[in-house]
Structure formats: structure tokens, C-alpha cells
DNA sequence: CTATCATTCGCACGATCGTTAAACTGTTTA
DNA sequence: TAAACAGTTTAACGATCGTGCGAATGATAG
């Protein structure tokens, strides 16, 4: 009758965050990075700030559409932005973030057998 | 005229992959976790395998609605499958998406300044 | 065959992506 | 200062994709 099944596997760890706030947030993260386009812009600007119009020439895609993948990224508090006279520079949030993305992209890379 | 940005910000630091493959399957990875209710699992089988039933009643949900999420993590390749009975229990793949869940959600709970 | 546990299918609804064009912000030139 | 301009952002639209629900289908044990 009691269908329990692993009646062993149930510690009060309680890890981090489980309420909803939370999970929201990292949700939006994960979103954010989902997607090639954008993770092309996070891999970019792993290796340093750069301004729209760099982004722009570096993928070869329209300058509103790099513009509305930061706009996301940034939303998602994965970005820090600064204007600088006629330029816009981008760079990631900070050493958290990099190490995310740095993660996200080697896992990847992996054949994790 | 000339609008190049900053000039001394292309250095060929070659990452690790930016190659359109490596960077699909990254972007799958995020896109995944991209979701609360997908998160949630994570979070769940952050500590230790679960069934399906049991991850059912942990989260409220419907059991057609979890599988469902479990498939969409499986086929990111986050997840680990293997049937055993009746049950198909579920694990995080490797200690590389344990580490990453780990961060993301951790990273959500910081007040990241 | 029946009961239990899990997956899949079909459909409706909403969200998201990328394009185009217009609006906005700050810089330069006169 | 105003006008012209380069860089960036936003709005609107069609197309595509993802989510979640319920019903039907698979798989396993007794």
C-alpha cells in the first residue's frame, strides 16, 4: 500500500533556497543564458567589457538585436552597464557570474562521458 | 571617423568554445534551468536521487507535468535515468551540474551587492 | 488481467525570437 | 544655442516555440 520509495533519502538538508523568490531569480538566470545568441554575448564579454557596436561587428548581427539581448541579459542582473561618452560598454555582473558562465560553457565542452 | 571602440580590447584570448555546437548544447543546458519548475527538481535531487511519485508529492505537482520536466532535463543532459521495479528514479548527471545548479541558485540568493 | 507507476500525444494558450521602423540620448560641428 | 549625426533603445508585428492540461498509451509487478 505505502508507495514510499527511497525512504533513506530524506535529510533535512536544507541547502540554499527553495523558496519561490528566489528560485524566480536563478530561474531568469537560466533563461537568460538558454539561448545561443545571447550565450555568444555572455562568452564575449567573459573576456572583457565591450560597447555595443563591438558586439555588433563581432557576430555580425543588427545592432537592435544585440541591443535587445543585453536589454535581457541585464534584466536578468547577469550584465552591468556603463555609458561612456558616445558608447554604451557592457560587462558581466561580477566574479560569480563569471565563474556561471565560465562553468556553463566548459560542462558543455565536455563529453562528459 | 573611425569607431572603433577600444582598440586594446582584442586580445585572441581563445576561451574555451565558441563554436556553434558547444554552444547549442550550453544554451539547451541554461534554457533548462530556465524554469521554476524545472528548478525546483534540480533543487530537489541536489539532494539525492528521486522517483518520479516521490517528486510528485514533493512538489504538488501533477505526475504528467513532472515527467515532462524530467524529460526536458534529461535531454539537456542534466538529469541521469534508471528504472528500477515499478520506479524510474532520476540524478543529477555528474558533479559539474551539481556544481552548477549549486551556483545558480546560490547566486540567486546572494544580494549580489 | 488488474493495479500501479510513468511516459507520450494532441490541443489551447501564452511567451519569446527576430525584423523593421521609429524614437530617444548624447556628441559634434557650426 | 541649434542642427546634424552616431549610437542605442523601444514599439509593433508575424512566426515560431514552450508550457501545461487531460486522455490515451507503455511498462512492470503480482
Redesign the interface.
Known sequence: MN????PE?H?E?E????D?E???????????????GR??LL?LL??????V??LTTETGESTSLVSQRLKVLTDA?LLHRRREGK?V?YSL??D??R??V?????????D?Q
Open positions: 508507495a514510499t520509495c527511497a533519502d535529510p538538508h541547502h540554499p533556497p527553495l519561490a528566489h528560485l524566480q531569480r536563478a530561474a531568469r538566470m537560466g533563461a537568460a543564458m538558454g539561448e545561443p550565450l555568444t562568452a567573459l573576456q572583457g567589457r565591450h560597447c557596436s563591438e542582473e558608447h560598454y555582473a561580477d560569480h557570474v565563474i556561471l565560465r562553468n556553463l560553457l566548459s560542462h558543455a565542452a565536455d562528459h
